[in-house]
């Protein structure tokens, strides 16, 4: 699933969600680049977990509506993580390296 912001409709969206104090975590978000990192995955892995719904996405276009940037939201990544992965006692995210991270 993803939304689609104009880059102005978006940074709207967040200076409203900043001001009225509300979660950001349907706005904020990462590229598929960093989360392609943070995975310890490659970036067309992260596109078939996209494509699969199991990660979410802001699409942000030009006015013409072109795309220009991807980002997977922080809320979605969590999800994702929270089901699959364990946490270590400091409260981050213990990623093994035989973890298959991409749902088949």
Sequence with gaps: MSKQYTL???M????????DD???SHLGGSTV????????VSRQ??????????LETIEIT?????????IVTDASLERYLEARV???SDGRYRIPQQLDLVAK
């Design 62 to 70: 030009t006015k013409r509506g072109v795309l220009a940037m991807r």
């Design 8 to 10: 102005g409709a978006w």
């Design 86 to 88: 364990p946490y270590s």
């Design 33 to 40: 680049a960093d989360v392609a990192e943070r995975l310890g």
């Design 45 to 54: 892995a992260v596109d078939k977990l996209i494509a699969a719904g199991h």
């Design 12 to 19: 709207k969206a967040l200076a409203r969600s900043v001001l």
């Design 22 to 24: 509300s979660k950001l």
